[in-house]
């Protein structure tokens, strides 16, 4: 079965840092996979979603970029973080006719 | 109108006790649907698919609507570790991919 990684669990980081999230996928290839993020009491909000290597499609218009450099790797990136970036960023996948699988997510707090 | 609505809760139950939560979608196109269960700082985790006919696993009951497009989950015997956040998901097929729209969730907390 897939297990997905993510690192780092916590990041502090001030405003107009970059950023760059680590997501990598086990036990499975060719999966399709998803960045969350999920507000303080919020649902999760789907912001970009891969189904191979170099494509992206971003579902919202935002600070954040993402990019898929090998099958099993997806990282969420931004160049200057604002404060409405803090949130719980969740990484995800899929393969073709199974559920969705989350890694166990990285909290960032930007100040 | 939100495209998965559930009540936020919270539902407090002492243990054993029977407890039904209740969701709605919007897209009638929806293809799957799913319980997540999401404790707190922590990851969502399937709990159960839904289908139409219904369906249980050990305390949880799923049922489906189509009609009405709503979907519920029933837990029985309570227990303390039941305590999280149920987050009602449908799937569709929407600009080229499969599609998991999440609900906010509904929070339980079961007490002694």
């Known amino acids: 079965s897939q297990t997905i990684h993510q690192w780092p669990a916590t990041l502090v980081q001030p405003v107009g840092s970059p950023l760059s999230l680590e997501c990598t996928v086990e036990?499975?290839?060719?999966?399709?996979l998803y960045w969350y993020r999920q507000a303080a009491g919020r649902g999760l909000q789907l912001l970009f979603y891969?189904?191979?290597?170099?494509?992206i499609s971003s579902e919202v218009p935002q600070n954040l970029s993402a990019s898929r450099p090998q099958d099993r790797q997806f990282i969420l990136s931004s160049k200057k973080l604002l404060l409405s970036d803090s949130g719980f960023y969740l990484c995800?996948?899929?393969?073709?006719?199974?559920?969705?699988?989350f890694g166990p997510g990285t909290r960032l707090l930007v100040l | 109108r939100k495209e998965v609505e559930q009540d936020p809760g919270p539902f407090n139950v002492p243990e054993g006790a029977t407890v039904a939560f209740n969701c709605t979608y919007s897209?009638?196109?929806?293809?799957?649907f799913f319980w997540y269960r999401q404790d707190c700082r922590k990851e969502p985790k399937l709990l159960m698919s839904?289908?139409?006919s219904g369906n249980e696993d050990g305390r949880f009951t799923a049922q489906l609507n189509r009609a009405s497009q709503y979907i519920s989950l029933l837990i029985r015997d309570s227990k303390l570790s039941d305590s999280a956040t149920y987050l009602c998901?449908?799937?569709?097929?929407?600009?080229?991919?499969?599609?998991?729209?999440f609900g906010a969730g509904t929070r339980l907390a079961v007490h002694p």
């Open positions: 995800a996948g899929t393969v073709i006719g199974e559920t969705q699988y």
């Open positions: 036990g499975t290839s060719n999966p399709n």
């Open positions: 891969s189904v191979g290597i170099g494509q």
């Open positions: 897209n009638s196109a929806s293809q799957s």
């Open positions: 839904v289908y139409s």
């Open positions: 998901v449908v799937r569709l097929f929407s600009g080229g991919y499969n599609k998991l729209i």
